[in-house]
């Protein structure tokens, strides 16, 4: 079974960073896509950050460019995301996204396939 186990969520002052962390399992990592979706109470899911295993390429939402960084590491099949600067409304549920069978597509938001159960992001 694909797993994505999200870590590194947590509570920090506006400013401040957080580094959020997805192990990989239960599928070949390469050519695929991983990227990073929030959703704030009451509001939509939002396409955060994507990258494309194979080249490395990176796409993000203009409401975190320069911020955020999403990254791997193809040793621990695990992707990272660096979130800088944060402010409050970066507070949110952040999810870790896969799709398996294909790239982003360029989209900093594709049609992700699997997804990780969350975890929390609080900016004050």
């Known amino acids: 079974d694909v797993q994505l186990v999200e870590s590194g969520g947590g509570s920090v002052q506006a400013g401040g960073s957080l580094r959020l962390s997805c192990a990989v399992s239960g599928y070949t990592y390469s050519n695929n896509c991983m990227g990073w979706v929030r959703q704030a109470p009451g509001k939509e899911r939002e396409g955060v950050a994507a990258l494309f295993t194979g080249g490395g390429n990176t796409y993000y939402a203009d409401s975190v460019k320069g911020r955020f960084t999403i990254s791997q590491d193809n040793a621990k099949n695990t992707v990272y995301l660096q979130m800088n600067s944060l402010k409050p409304e970066d507070s949110a549920m952040y999810y870790c996204?896969?799709?398996?069978?294909?790239?982003?597509?360029?989209?900093?938001?594709?049609?992700?396939?699997?997804w990780g159960q969350g975890t929390q992001v609080t900016v004050s």
């Open positions: 996204a896969a799709v398996t069978n294909n790239g982003c597509g360029g989209s900093w938001y594709p049609s992700y396939n699997y």
